[in-house]
């Protein structure tokens, strides 16, 4: 059983609840991911199923890639990921995973690739207050001040805030309830917000509290 799909986020919106709560929710479209490999104990020391999840050009698929797509009978995929999985049993290569893996109410971890905002100062980035606009402060508005090294230890320690890189890694959203899945349009809502941007690749899993359960 594939406990998991490849998707893509769509946007945020809200529903509204029968009390006429408004609740938000992100849009995703969920698949279709056609199976292009499985991976087995026996052969790669763990189990595994690979799905592929987009349309890519095909002289932009490399040759090794396009050869490994045509053993699976899948003609493009943009993106390869793999899932572990508990069992193999009625899984095969070339079968398509879509939204019907989920369910109303049911519960999904999502990973995905947060916003890049590049090099930021201490401001943006660890939400530093600043220092004063006034007697003197004003060349010191938006500077980290001290940050703490003298003789002794005559180094900064590591992990100190400071600026630099900001966003763009991968962080995993647990535990969001399934608003609606719509396999027919490849669709899946779920409660709350997710990392990246609009169009940013997501990967939808069944949440390992409800897997451990």
């Not at 056609?34 to 189990?47: F, M, N, R, S, W």
């Not at 999840?53 to 698929?61: A, S, Y």
């Not at 719509?182 to 917000?193: C, H, I, T």
């Amino acid at each position: 059983m594939v406990n998991g799909i490849i998707g893509r986020k769509v946007g945020m919106t809200q529903i509204f609840e029968d009390s006429g709560t408004a609740v938000p929710v992100t849009v995703i479209q969920a698949g279709p991911c056609p199976i292009v490999q499985l991976k087995t104990q026996e052969k790669d020391g763990y189990q595994a199923v690979q799905l592929g999840f987009g349309e890519q050009k095909e002289n932009r698929i490399n040759s090794p890639k396009r050869g490994h797509l045509a053993k699976a009978g899948v003609e493009s995929a943009r993106v390869l990921r793999e899932f572990r999985v508990q069992s193999l049993e009625d899984v095969s290569v070339g079968n398509i995973v879509d939204a019907s893996v989920f369910s109303e109410g049911e519960l999904v971890d999502v990973t995905g690739t947060s916003k890049g905002h590049g090099f930021t100062g201490v401001v943006k980035r660890w939400k530093f207050a600043g220092g004063k606009k006034s007697h003197g402060g004003e060349q010191d508005l938006r500077r980290p001040g001290s940050i703490g090294a003298s003789a002794t230890p005559s180094r900064v320690f590591k992990g100190k805030k400071m600026a630099g890189r900001h966003g763009a890694k991968r962080h995993t959203v647990q535990n969001l309830p399934v608003i609606q899945a719509d396999p027919e349009r490849n669709l899946l809502v779920v409660k709350g917000a997710v990392p990246g941007p609009p169009n940013g690749l997501l990967l939808i899993r069944k949440a390992s509290k409800a897997l451990s359960a």
